[in-house]
T-cell receptor
Framework: KNEVEQSPQNLTAQEGEFITINCSYS?????LHWLQQHPGGGIVSLFM???GKKKHGRLIATINIQEKHSSLHITASHPRDSAVYIC?????????FGTGTSLTVIP | NAGVTQTPKFQVLKTGQSMTLQCAQD?????MSWYRQDPGMGLRLIHY???????DQGEVPNGYNVSRSTTEDFPLRLLSAAPSQTSVYFC????????????FGSGTQLSVL
């Protein structure tokens, strides 16, 4: 049973394209996090959301609590955006993670 | 601030050996947690703590022990290593889990032979 589902699993884009990664969850949550993991393995937090929308540079994250769905958008994608993007939900005491979306941006 | 410091980065054990993975944070976070990351399975919670003296099990706790004697430190102990514990381990901390970002250590690549 997967509490968090992400799509797509793999994504290849041309530089400059608009990218969307989706996350659906089945548990009650108090927050949703988007994480980025580069090939070196380190994990960095991009956003923490409990409602609405957040923007940081070319990255935008949205959440719809009623539909239990979140999206991560990357505008004007760049090769340095190539990484694995992970959705994580916090239930109030535990985190559950999606298996990640592997993004490759080709110059 | 150093953030979350996790050691060691690499470790090779023989079956049956024990070891402790260290995790320390200097952000005065209440919430600390340990995860293992296996190919195709995503991060899975081993144990977590919501404050000093308080720990609880996550999804995959068997074979691991934790303690939280101080706010800063949250070590993970492998009691008797098994090949099934070969994985990449991450420690993470947050103030509460739902009021700010989650901060990760750099990871430990563990191989059990």
């Amino acid at each position: 049973k997967n509490e968090v589902e992400q799509s797509p699993q793999n994504l290849t884009a041309q530089e400059g394209e608009f990218i969307t990664i989706n996350c659906s969850y089945s548990v009650g949550i108090s927050a949703l996090h988007w994480l980025q993991q580069h090939p070196g393995g380190g994990i960095v937090s991009l956003f923490m959301l409990s409602s609405g929308k957040k923007k940081h540079g070319r990255l935008i994250a949205t959440i719809n609590i009623q539909e239990k769905h979140s999206s991560l958008h990357i505008t004007a994608s760049h090769p340095r955006d190539s990484a694995v993007y992970i959705c994580a939900v916090f239930t109030g005491n535990q985190f559950y993670f999606g298996t990640g979306t592997s993004l490759t941006v080709i110059p | 601030n150093a953030g979350v410091t996790q050691t060691p980065k690499f470790q090779v054990l023989k079956t049956g050996q024990s070891m402790t993975l260290q995790c320390a944070q200097d952000m005065n976070h209440e919430y600390m947690s340990w995860y293992r990351q296996d190919p195709g399975m995503g991060l899975r919670l081993i144990h977590y703590s919501v404050g000093a003296g308080i720990t609880d099990q996550g999804e995959v706790p068997n074979g691991y022990n934790v303690s939280r004697s101080t706010t800063e430190d949250f070590p993970l102990r492998l009691l008797s290593a098994a090949p099934s514990q070969t994985s990449v381990y991450f420690c993470a901390s947050s103030d509460r889990g739902d009021n700010e970002k989650l901060f990760f250590g750099s990871g430990t690549q563990l191989s059990v032979l």
